[in-house]
Protein backbone atom coordinates (compact mmCIF):
# COMPACT_ATOMS: atom_id res chain seq x y z
CA UNK A 1 0.00 0.00 0.00
CA UNK A 2 1.40 3.33 -0.87
CA UNK A 3 1.90 6.17 1.84
CA UNK A 4 -1.10 8.19 0.29
CA UNK A 5 -3.52 5.00 0.51
CA UNK A 6 -2.44 4.78 4.21
CA UNK A 7 -3.97 8.17 4.73
CA UNK A 8 -7.02 7.91 2.53
CA UNK A 9 -7.67 4.65 4.53
CA UNK A 10 -7.82 6.11 7.94
CA UNK A 11 -8.98 9.92 7.46
CA UNK A 12 -5.98 11.84 7.51
CA UNK A 13 -7.28 14.14 4.95
CA UNK A 14 -8.02 18.26 5.35
CA UNK A 15 -10.03 20.83 4.41
CA UNK A 16 -9.62 24.68 3.02
CA UNK A 17 -10.47 28.03 3.57
CA UNK A 18 -9.00 31.35 3.79
CA UNK A 19 -6.43 32.26 6.16
CA UNK A 20 -6.06 34.92 8.57
CA UNK A 21 -2.20 36.28 9.16
CA UNK A 22 -0.21 34.54 11.41
CA UNK A 23 2.39 36.63 13.79
CA UNK A 24 5.84 35.09 14.01
CA UNK A 25 8.06 33.82 16.52
CA UNK A 26 6.14 33.49 20.18
CA UNK A 27 8.70 34.90 22.94
CA UNK A 28 10.67 31.90 24.74
CA UNK A 29 10.68 33.18 28.03
CA UNK A 30 7.17 33.18 28.48
CA UNK A 31 6.62 29.54 26.83
CA UNK A 32 8.74 27.63 29.59
CA UNK A 33 5.95 29.42 32.74
CA UNK A 34 3.56 28.01 30.41
CA UNK A 35 4.24 24.80 29.83
CA UNK A 36 6.00 23.21 32.91
CA UNK A 37 5.72 19.69 31.15
CA UNK A 38 5.76 19.05 27.86
CA UNK A 39 4.60 15.88 25.80
CA UNK A 40 5.28 14.44 22.71
CA UNK A 41 3.10 12.18 20.19
CA UNK A 42 4.89 8.84 19.19
CA UNK A 43 4.01 9.08 15.66
CA UNK A 44 7.26 11.54 15.65
CA UNK A 45 9.51 8.54 15.59
CA UNK A 46 8.06 4.81 14.80
CA UNK A 47 10.90 4.02 13.55
CA UNK A 48 13.19 4.36 16.07
CA UNK A 49 10.85 3.10 18.60
CA UNK A 50 10.36 0.13 16.30
CA UNK A 51 13.97 -0.55 16.44
CA UNK A 52 14.23 -0.23 20.06
CA UNK A 53 11.37 1.07 22.40
CA UNK A 54 12.78 1.81 26.06
CA UNK A 55 15.99 3.35 24.31
CA UNK A 56 13.70 5.64 22.17
CA UNK A 57 11.83 6.18 25.47
CA UNK A 58 15.17 6.96 27.33
CA UNK A 59 15.74 9.57 24.73
CA UNK A 60 13.06 11.42 25.23
CA UNK A 61 13.36 11.03 28.81
CA UNK A 62 16.69 12.74 28.52
CA UNK A 63 15.65 15.94 26.20
CA UNK A 64 12.88 16.62 29.07
CA UNK A 65 9.56 15.28 27.77
CA UNK A 66 7.20 14.49 30.54
CA UNK A 67 4.70 12.79 28.92
CA UNK A 68 3.47 10.58 25.59
CA UNK A 69 0.37 9.94 23.34
CA UNK A 70 0.47 6.30 21.75
CA UNK A 71 -0.84 5.63 18.04
CA UNK A 72 -2.69 2.67 17.54
CA UNK A 73 -3.86 -0.26 16.24
CA UNK A 74 -2.52 -2.31 19.60
CA UNK A 75 -2.47 -6.03 20.64
CA UNK A 76 -6.50 -4.86 21.67
CA UNK A 77 -7.55 -2.90 18.81
CA UNK A 78 -10.37 -4.06 16.72
CA UNK A 79 -8.84 -7.43 14.74
CA UNK A 80 -9.90 -5.66 11.53
CA UNK A 81 -7.20 -3.21 12.00
CA UNK A 82 -4.56 -4.82 14.47
CA UNK A 83 -2.30 -5.87 11.48
CA UNK A 84 -2.88 -3.09 9.13
CA UNK A 85 0.80 -1.20 10.08
CA UNK A 86 2.07 -4.33 7.89
CA UNK A 87 0.58 -3.13 4.87
CA UNK A 88 1.79 -0.10 4.91
CA UNK A 89 4.82 0.60 2.89
CA UNK A 90 6.79 3.43 4.25
CA UNK A 91 7.28 1.52 6.94
CA UNK A 92 10.40 -1.45 6.27
CA UNK A 93 9.83 -5.04 6.85
CA UNK A 94 9.96 -5.87 10.38
CA UNK A 95 8.76 -8.96 12.97
CA UNK A 96 8.41 -5.66 15.41
CA UNK A 97 5.57 -3.29 15.16
CA UNK A 98 5.71 0.04 14.02
CA UNK A 99 2.68 1.08 16.44
CA UNK A 100 0.66 0.53 19.34
CA UNK A 101 2.81 -0.57 22.35
CA UNK A 102 5.94 -1.62 20.30
CA UNK A 103 5.58 -5.60 21.48
CA UNK A 104 4.65 -4.78 25.16
CA UNK A 105 1.81 -5.00 27.06
CA UNK A 106 0.05 -2.09 28.53
CA UNK A 107 0.99 -2.47 32.12
CA UNK A 108 5.04 -3.09 30.74
CA UNK A 109 4.54 0.22 28.98
CA UNK A 110 3.15 2.03 32.21
CA UNK A 111 6.12 0.40 34.25
CA UNK A 112 8.59 1.21 31.62
CA UNK A 113 7.60 4.92 31.47
CA UNK A 114 7.81 5.21 35.28
CA UNK A 115 10.80 3.96 35.26
CA UNK A 116 11.53 7.05 32.98
CA UNK A 117 9.50 9.07 34.84
CA UNK A 118 6.96 9.19 32.17
CA UNK A 119 3.56 8.55 31.68
CA UNK A 120 0.85 8.40 29.05
CA UNK A 121 -2.14 10.60 29.34
CA UNK A 122 -4.00 9.86 26.35
CA UNK A 123 -3.74 7.25 23.32
CA UNK A 124 -4.57 7.25 19.46
CA UNK A 125 -6.98 4.96 18.33
CA UNK A 126 -9.41 4.09 15.27
CA UNK A 127 -13.34 4.03 14.68
CA UNK A 128 -13.73 0.55 14.43
CA UNK A 129 -12.13 -0.09 18.00
CA UNK A 130 -13.98 2.96 19.55
CA UNK A 131 -17.60 1.51 18.87
CA UNK A 132 -16.79 -1.90 18.92
CA UNK A 133 -14.58 -2.69 21.72
CA UNK A 134 -14.67 -0.16 23.91
CA UNK A 135 -14.37 -2.29 26.95
CA UNK A 136 -11.14 -4.04 25.45
CA UNK A 137 -9.81 -0.58 24.68
CA UNK A 138 -10.47 1.22 27.71
CA UNK A 139 -8.90 -1.63 29.96
CA UNK A 140 -5.92 -1.22 28.21
CA UNK A 141 -5.42 2.43 28.55
CA UNK A 142 -6.42 2.34 31.73
CA UNK A 143 -3.79 -0.24 31.88
CA UNK A 144 -1.01 2.19 29.89
CA UNK A 145 -2.25 4.92 32.62
CA UNK A 146 -3.96 6.83 30.19
CA UNK A 147 -7.11 8.93 30.63
CA UNK A 148 -8.12 9.80 27.04
CA UNK A 149 -9.09 7.85 24.27
CA UNK A 150 -8.47 9.87 20.79
CA UNK A 151 -9.53 9.28 17.54
CA UNK A 152 -7.02 10.85 14.72
CA UNK A 153 -9.65 11.69 11.92
CA UNK A 154 -12.61 10.68 10.50
CA UNK A 155 -12.27 8.09 7.69
CA UNK A 156 -13.05 9.69 4.12
CA UNK A 157 -15.64 7.24 3.55
CA UNK A 158 -17.20 8.78 6.73
CA UNK A 159 -17.32 12.20 6.18
CA UNK A 160 -18.37 12.86 1.83
CA UNK A 161 -21.42 14.58 2.61
CA UNK A 162 -22.93 16.67 5.59
CA UNK A 163 -25.11 13.76 6.29
CA UNK A 164 -22.45 11.68 7.43
CA UNK A 165 -20.97 14.40 9.41
CA UNK A 166 -24.51 14.52 11.35
CA UNK A 167 -24.39 10.84 11.82
CA UNK A 168 -20.81 11.15 13.46
CA UNK A 169 -21.47 14.10 15.41
CA UNK A 170 -24.40 11.11 16.97
CA UNK A 171 -21.63 8.51 16.89
CA UNK A 172 -19.29 10.41 19.11
CA UNK A 173 -22.05 11.11 21.77
CA UNK A 174 -22.50 6.93 21.59
CA UNK A 175 -18.74 6.59 22.06
CA UNK A 176 -18.58 9.42 24.76
CA UNK A 177 -20.96 7.26 26.82
CA UNK A 178 -20.15 3.97 26.17
CA UNK A 179 -16.14 5.61 27.32
CA UNK A 180 -17.68 7.50 30.51
CA UNK A 181 -19.10 4.02 31.56
CA UNK A 182 -15.30 2.52 31.38
CA UNK A 183 -13.58 5.11 33.36
CA UNK A 184 -12.03 6.94 30.42
CA UNK A 185 -12.94 9.92 28.32
CA UNK A 186 -13.59 10.37 24.47
CA UNK A 187 -11.75 12.86 21.67
CA UNK A 188 -11.76 13.67 18.58
CA UNK A 189 -8.89 15.27 17.08
CA UNK A 190 -9.07 17.41 13.94
CA UNK A 191 -8.03 17.30 10.97
CA UNK A 192 -8.14 20.59 8.21
CA UNK A 193 -10.80 19.05 6.94
CA UNK A 194 -14.66 19.61 7.74
CA UNK A 195 -14.25 23.48 7.88
CA UNK A 196 -15.79 24.27 4.35
CA UNK A 197 -19.04 25.02 4.03
CA UNK A 198 -21.88 21.86 3.02
CA UNK A 199 -25.03 23.00 2.48
CA UNK A 200 -24.94 26.07 3.91
CA UNK A 201 -23.33 24.60 7.51
CA UNK A 202 -19.82 24.21 8.60
CA UNK A 203 -19.73 20.27 9.84
CA UNK A 204 -16.68 20.85 12.20
CA UNK A 205 -18.63 23.64 13.79
CA UNK A 206 -21.80 21.37 13.95
CA UNK A 207 -19.98 18.34 15.46
CA UNK A 208 -19.23 21.06 18.06
CA UNK A 209 -22.47 21.67 18.70
CA UNK A 210 -24.29 18.51 18.50
CA UNK A 211 -21.80 16.48 20.86
CA UNK A 212 -22.18 16.51 25.13
CA UNK A 213 -19.69 18.92 26.30
CA UNK A 214 -19.51 16.26 29.17
CA UNK A 215 -18.76 13.41 26.76
CA UNK A 216 -16.83 14.44 23.74
CA UNK A 217 -13.30 16.59 23.44
CA UNK A 218 -11.16 17.70 21.02
CA UNK A 219 -7.60 17.96 20.26
CA UNK A 220 -6.15 20.75 18.07
CA UNK A 221 -3.50 20.24 15.72
CA UNK A 222 -2.06 23.63 15.49
CA UNK A 223 -0.90 23.21 11.91
CA UNK A 224 -4.27 21.37 10.88
CA UNK A 225 -5.81 24.02 12.06
CA UNK A 226 -3.75 27.18 10.86
CA UNK A 227 -3.74 24.61 6.72
CA UNK A 228 -7.66 24.76 7.03
CA UNK A 229 -6.94 28.52 7.39
CA UNK A 230 -8.59 29.25 10.78
CA UNK A 231 -7.64 30.81 13.42
CA UNK A 232 -6.75 28.61 16.89
CA UNK A 233 -7.22 31.02 18.80
CA UNK A 234 -10.57 32.02 17.81
CA UNK A 235 -11.57 28.48 17.71
CA UNK A 236 -10.31 27.99 21.86
CA UNK A 237 -12.30 30.91 22.24
CA UNK A 238 -15.16 29.96 20.75
CA UNK A 239 -15.89 25.86 22.10
CA UNK A 240 -14.30 27.02 25.67
CA UNK A 241 -13.35 23.44 27.96
CA UNK A 242 -13.96 21.20 24.73
CA UNK A 243 -10.35 21.18 23.92
CA UNK A 244 -8.46 19.07 26.13
CA UNK A 245 -5.02 18.51 24.22
CA UNK A 246 -2.97 19.62 21.89
CA UNK A 247 -0.49 18.80 19.02
CA UNK A 248 2.41 21.35 18.96
CA UNK A 249 3.25 21.20 15.36
CA UNK A 250 5.46 24.64 13.70
CA UNK A 251 4.60 25.56 10.25
CA UNK A 252 7.72 26.23 7.94
CA UNK A 253 5.73 28.70 6.03
CA UNK A 254 1.76 30.04 5.34
CA UNK A 255 0.35 27.42 3.37
CA UNK A 256 -3.18 26.84 2.77
CA UNK A 257 -4.94 23.54 0.67
CA UNK A 258 -4.83 24.78 -3.23
CA UNK A 259 -8.58 23.05 -3.06
CA UNK A 260 -11.22 21.87 -0.98
CA UNK A 261 -8.46 19.73 1.47
CA UNK A 262 -10.38 16.52 0.75
CA UNK A 263 -8.58 14.70 -1.41
CA UNK A 264 -5.09 12.95 -0.27
CA UNK A 265 -2.97 14.73 -2.97
CA UNK A 266 -3.75 17.84 -1.00
CA UNK A 267 -2.98 16.82 2.27
CA UNK A 268 0.29 15.55 1.28
CA UNK A 269 1.92 18.45 -0.53
CA UNK A 270 1.72 19.99 2.88
CA UNK A 271 3.28 17.57 4.90
CA UNK A 272 7.03 19.08 4.16
CA UNK A 273 6.09 22.25 5.53
CA UNK A 274 5.87 20.28 9.00
CA UNK A 275 8.80 22.01 11.08
CA UNK A 276 10.08 22.47 14.28
CA UNK A 277 8.03 24.58 17.29
CA UNK A 278 9.97 27.79 17.23
CA UNK A 279 11.36 27.31 13.04
CA UNK A 280 7.91 28.20 11.54
CA UNK A 281 5.38 30.79 11.08
CA UNK A 282 2.82 29.75 14.29
CA UNK A 283 2.28 31.85 17.31
CA UNK A 284 2.93 29.49 19.76
CA UNK A 285 2.59 31.37 23.01
CA UNK A 286 -0.47 33.03 22.31
CA UNK A 287 -2.11 29.67 21.19
CA UNK A 288 -0.72 27.89 24.25
CA UNK A 289 -1.87 30.79 26.55
CA UNK A 290 -5.48 30.67 25.41
CA UNK A 291 -5.54 27.06 25.44
CA UNK A 292 -4.62 26.77 28.63
CA UNK A 293 -7.40 29.48 29.98
CA UNK A 294 -9.77 27.61 27.84
CA UNK A 295 -8.97 24.17 29.60
CA UNK A 296 -6.53 22.13 27.91
CA UNK A 297 -4.51 20.09 30.03
CA UNK A 298 -1.73 18.00 27.62
CA UNK A 299 0.25 19.23 25.01
CA UNK A 300 2.47 17.31 22.74
CA UNK A 301 5.05 18.21 20.12
CA UNK A 302 4.53 16.38 16.69
CA UNK A 303 6.56 15.90 13.50
CA UNK A 304 4.58 13.38 12.09
CA UNK A 305 7.70 10.82 11.16
CA UNK A 306 10.11 13.12 11.03
CA UNK A 307 13.45 12.95 9.85
CA UNK A 308 16.13 12.84 12.31
CA UNK A 309 13.83 12.86 15.24
CA UNK A 310 17.02 12.97 17.71
CA UNK A 311 17.73 16.13 16.55
CA UNK A 312 14.59 18.07 15.39
CA UNK A 313 12.48 16.68 18.68
CA UNK A 314 14.94 17.84 20.58
CA UNK A 315 14.65 21.48 19.13
CA UNK A 316 11.14 21.85 19.87
CA UNK A 317 11.63 20.69 23.40
CA UNK A 318 14.79 23.65 23.66
CA UNK A 319 12.37 26.04 21.87
CA UNK A 320 9.41 25.88 24.15
CA UNK A 321 11.35 24.89 27.39
CA UNK A 322 13.19 28.39 27.74
Not at 120 to 140: R, V, Y
Not at 302 to 313: R, S, T
Amino acid sequence: MKRIDFMKSIGFLTGAASINPINLWATSSSLKKLLPEIGIQLFSLPLLLNKNFEKSISMLSEIGYSYLEFFGPYYFSSPSVRDTWKKYSFFPKSENPFSGFYGNSAKEVKSILSNYKMNSPSIHTDLETLENHMGELAKGALECGAKYIVLPAIPVDQRKNLDQYKRMAERFNSIGEAAKKEGVLFAYHNHGYGFSEMNGTVPTHYIFKNTDPNLVFFEMDIFWTLAAGQNPVELLNKYPNRYKLMHLKDMKEKQIFDGDGESPEQWYKLFPNMTSCGDGIADLESIINTAKKVGVKHFFVEQDMAKNPEIVLQKSYQYLSK
